[in-house]
């Protein structure tokens, strides 16, 4: 069986150099022992804008060394807000966390959502398809031991 292409690596421009970064992802287990397979950024809050990093979560910026992003996600603060901003329990598999009172994250999407967008968002063909593609991934990605 083959895996299928799930989502185009991201493309990092270095000196006029494209690097391709491969995605590391995580296999969550839901309360209702459903499995969804997400990215590691996605799931920490850490998406792309231009030449940076930005992680959502914290609300603070960095370079696009990896090393720089590997070691915001392992940080006390990182860890701590991540607790403080749980997944919503009502939205289940879509994964939302409130950010701020007005703001929302999707993890499957790896998108910021008003919250008063957050119901179109995710009855949106992009988030449904999203929210697929990492159900199907729990059936082909398996742990690394």
């Known amino acids: 069986m083959s895996i ?3 989502r185009r690596p991201k ?3 270095k000196n006029n150099n494209i690097i391709i970064e491969p995605e590391d992802f995580m296999i969550l287990t839901l309360k209702n022992g ?5 990215s590691s950024d996605s799931y920490h809050g850490i998406i792309t804008s231009s030449n940076i990093y ?16 590997e070691k915001h996600k392992k940080s006390h603060k990182h860890k701590q807000l991540m607790i403080l ?13 409130q950010i701020e009172t007005d703001i929302c994250y999707c993890t499957i999407c ?7 967008t957050l119901t179109r968002h995710l009855s949106a063909e992009g988030h449904t398809t999203e929210l ?3 159900k199907l991934r ?7 031991l």
């Not at 459903?34 to 997400?38: A, G, Y």
């Open 54 to 69: 930005k992680c959502v979560i914290c609300n603070e910026e960095f370079s696009l060394a990896k090393g720089d992003k």
């Open 85 to 97: 901003s749980p997944h919503k329990e009502d939205f289940a598999e879509n994964l939302i966390r």
């Open 110 to 116: 790896n998108v910021v959502v008003p919250s008063r």
């Open 4 to 6: 299928p292409v799930l």
């Open 11 to 13: 493309q990092v421009e």
């Open 138 to 144: 729990s059936f082909t990605y398996q742990p690394l």
């Open 132 to 134: 697929k593609k990492a």
């Open 34 to 38: 459903k499995k969804l397979v997400v």
